[in-house]
């Protein structure tokens, strides 16, 4: 024995272990890109969209590719420039959404929110609304559904700015409220 690989061989590396969801999440840098010619009146322009769990009618990375096109800029975890928590929940069609502490970014956001930063957490149905697609539940989908039928929905009323509002602190309120409950002895 000649050589110290000959004493003690190269360890075997491992398969990776990561679960398929994190196995097809791409990397920071082949994140979609905001579009800066989308309309900067739409919810989603400039904002910072994190999202967390499964969706129920969109794959992530095809939901990523919509927000972007939207001029939103997507980012793989909670930080100090997240603007809004996209929660996947199985219920598409839930208008509103309250973080919890059933997933590590949910409980990042909630952190960040203690802490003063404004993060909205929406729901699939309110982004699906926003990327005018369809919400319907799948339940009540047809086999023979018309073609002209599965065209984008556009929304009748824009959301106010005091809507909004409402909808953040209503977010904020529940998630101390779940937070309070949580750590009470």
Do not use: C
Request: proline fraction near 7%.
């Amino acid at each position: 024995m000649h050589t110290l690989d000959q004493l003690w061989p190269a360890a075997r590396s491992k398969a990776p272990t990561a679960s398929a969801r994190y196995q097809r999440t791409p990397a920071l840098a082949e994140l979609p890109q905001p579009n800066l010619a989308a309309d900067p009146a739409h919810p989603l322009y400039g904002q910072v969209v994190v999202f967390t769990g499964d969706l129920a009618t969109l794959e992530r990375d095809e939901a990523m590719q919509l927000v972007a096109s939207f001029g939103a800029t997507n980012a793989k975890n909670i930080t100090k420039k997240t603007t809004m928590l996209v929660v996947g929940k199985q219920d598409a069609t839930v208008g509103s959404v309250a973080l919890s502490h059933h997933s590590g970014k949910e409980r990042k956001a909630l952190q960040y929110i203690e802490a003063g930063q404004k993060i909205r957490a929406v729901s699939e149905g309110e982004l699906l609304r926003w990327l005018q697609l369809d919400v319907s539940p799948p339940s009540q989908m047809l086999a023979d559904v018309d073609p002209q039928a599965s065209r984008p929905v556009v929304p009748t009323q824009p959301i106010s700015a005091l809507e909004e509002s409402a909808g953040r602190l209503g977010t904020v309120v529940m998630g101390i409220l779940k937070w309070v409950g949580s750590n009470r002895r």
